[in-house]
Structures are given as C-alpha cells and as structure tokens.
C-alpha cells in the first residue's frame, strides 16, 4: 500500500452532525447518543469534537443533506468554533459533500470515510493493509468526481491517510484495476487460511473466536487467559490484525482462542467485505465468545449490532456464550443476565476466568458423539469424511470392515448412525 500521506498537524477542530429522518431505520439515522459514538470515533483518528448539531426531519434534502437554513447554522457554528472539519453521523452523498464543503469553507466526511481513516491507522500486518486500502478504494471509487477538499488535502489532516492524492487523479480503470489485485491477494489469504483450518482439524483441536462490539474488552480477555501480550488500550479498534494463542481450559481440553476486530453502529460494508478473509474464520469456529461491556447503558444494542455482521457472515449457526465484561462496573449487579449460556467476568482484574473456561468447555461438548464404528470395506469411502471431520482415538479391522473409534458432531454423527457397534458388542 502507497506511504500514507501524513505529516506531524495540530489536532483537528470538527464539528459532528447527525440526521433524524423518519424515512431513516433505526441504523441509518443519527441520535445524540450516537453523535456520542461518533465523537469517540474522532478523538480516536487524533481530532477534537468543539460543537454538535443534530437535525430532525422527514427525509433528507437532496442538495445539502440538513437543509439549506441547518447548513447556514452549521456555517456559523463552524466558524465561532474555529473547526477545520465536519464530521456526518451519516452517509453523505459526493454531491452532497462537495456542496456542504463549498458552503462551509472546511472539510467534510461522513462516518464511514472516519471509520477508514482509523483503520488506515491500526493496520499493521500486511493482510491488514491489504484489507484497509481495498475497503478504500471501494469507498473512493464511486465519490471520484463528487469529492471535493477532503480529496485534494495533500498531506495531514484526519480523512487524508490513504492511497494519496496521485492515486485519486488517476482513471478509473486503473483503480478497478488495484481492486481486482487486492481482491486476488486476499484470494490468496483465504486460501492459506484455508490450510490451516485444515491443519487445525487433523490437530482436532477446536478454535474458539472471540467477539464483541469495538472496545468491550476482547482484547484484554485474551491477554488474561494466555498471557498473548497484545496492547489493549481504551480506544475504538485497537485490535484489526487477529491473534490466535493455545489455551488449555481443563485437564482434557485444550482450544485455539483468537480475538477478531471490533464491530460498530453503521459498520461500512466496505470493510465487512474487504475483511472477509478475517472475518470467515467466525464461520468456522467451533464457538463464539460474545464479548459485550456489561456496565454500559446500551449494551443490548450493542449485542443486536455485533449479531447482526454474524448473520452476514453466515455464522448465526455456530454455538455462543454471552460473556458479560467489566460486572464489577455494573452499577446494579441484579440487571447483569444470567442463563446456560451467560457468564459474567471482570476481564481487567482476572475475576471469573475459571467459570468461563468451565462453560467453554461444557459447549463445546455440546452435540459431540463418542462412538465406535465398523465401516464395511464396501464403503470405505467414508472413511476420508470421517479422518477429516471428526477426532479418531483408534482404528482397527477385523472381517467386516474398518472399526474406529471416534468424536464427531452431530452431523456426521447422523450420516454414520447405521454403523455404530453397540457398547456391549
């Protein structure tokens, strides 16, 4: 990925606005609270929320998004505060972005472009860059002719860390062109993970994938549990590059545990599509932790926004546990859930480790079949489905065909009923 453009600039002043449509759903409009978010969101690409606007209306206005009579109040509000930028809870049109940047004088992004800007930050890994400028790209591709100052911005300033202004000027086909590339270089990433899915089977050790709205703590859960060493700090999407660390949860089990990136409110599916080849790995877990920050006030929404990016992944199927982090901030500990399926934790300060390794290990015997099998010669194509689906513990012959004994999931378990050797056999 090209150098990112940054250089050393005073912190940002911005204004945040939101609309409240009523032709918006609930995830598309804007509320204080998620102006709140959003504010998180800038201090964390390095910028300074100085003012807040929030228009109320029944559909957004073609040609400036808030109206013409908000914008003019946006104008002034921008200017007694000294703002540099403007920050859009919601998604902004090119044409709108161009007109509300010629009114005001000031940059302009939308939260998506802010979103991008932070991930452009935290990537690390070479998959991570790869991810980030696809998602960039894809992203930029459509605004080309609408985007305006936060386009030819060379240098600092939040919403300019990115493939860079020279890239920008160029045809489209030639982006089209870096998109396909970078869609066939994490082709290649899927592949090797692939591979190691594959690995990981014939090693029959199950992976448990941590998940969680951005900041609830998923992070420091693992570091707890084995000790994984990864800088956990209190700001949104600290972690983009997962880590996966061996984790022995009783005296009989032992897991792959592996941390994913953090989920958000009005997520751009740029970068749920682009963070495909990491994100997959949740469909082919054996189980989800759901990590979810307990002591917050809209921790349920939280929950519905991480649930919802599962279901598109294709992962709703896979088994989960709720854990409920940061219990000891709860101010009315008898609002915390409790269930089968909950566990409540203190990840921070090591409190109720043992309870969630004891129900991650109650899970993930959940629909396991132990059994013993004579597989008739005749059919011993089965015999390939079983080395790679399910653990072998042995394997034997005598004259009626291959006897194993094995653990499989129910699944298998049904297509192998019918040779399953009685316990007294």
Known sequence: MEEWMMEETEQERAVLVGLHASVFTAEENATWETLDELEALLETAGGECVAKMLQTRNAPDAHTFIGEGKTQE???????????????????????????????????????????????????????KLQVELAQYQYILPRLTGMGKSMSRLGGGIGTRGPGETKLETDRRHIRNRIDRLRRDLEDVRRVRAVQRR?????????????GYTNAGKSTLLNTLTDAGIQANDRLFDTLDPTTRRLRISETQEI????????????????????????????????????????????????????????????????????????????????????????AISAKHNRGMQELMAAMEQALGRGKHRVKLCIPYADGYLLDAIHKEAAVFSTDYNEKGTVLEIECDDKLYGQLREYEVPADA
């Open 199 to 211: 690995q990981r089977k014939k090693a029959e050790l199950p992976l448990v994938a941590i998940v």
């Open 256 to 343: 792959l545990l592996s941390d994913t990136v953090g989920f958000i409110r009005k997520l751009p599916h740029h970068l749920v599509s682009a963070f495909k080849a990491t994100l997959e790995e949740l469909a082919y877990a054996d189980l989800l932790l759901h990590v979810v920050d307990i002591s917050r006030e809209d921790w349920r929404e939280q929950v519905e926004t991480v649930d919802k990016v599962i279901r598109q992944l294709g992962a709703e199927q896979i088994p989960q546990l709720l854990v409920c982090n940061k219990a000891d901030l709860c101010e009315n500990p008898d609002l915390i859930p409790t269930g089968e399926n909950i566990v």
């Open 74 to 128: 946006l104008v002034e509000l921008a200017r007694n505060n000294d703002a540099t930028l403007i920050v859009f809870d919601n998604e902004l049109s090119p044409s709108q972005m161009r007109v509300l940047e010629e009114a005001t004088g000031r940059t302009v992004l939308d939260r998506s472009a802010l979103i991008l800007d932070i991930f452009a930050q935290r990537a690390r890994t070479g998959e991570g």
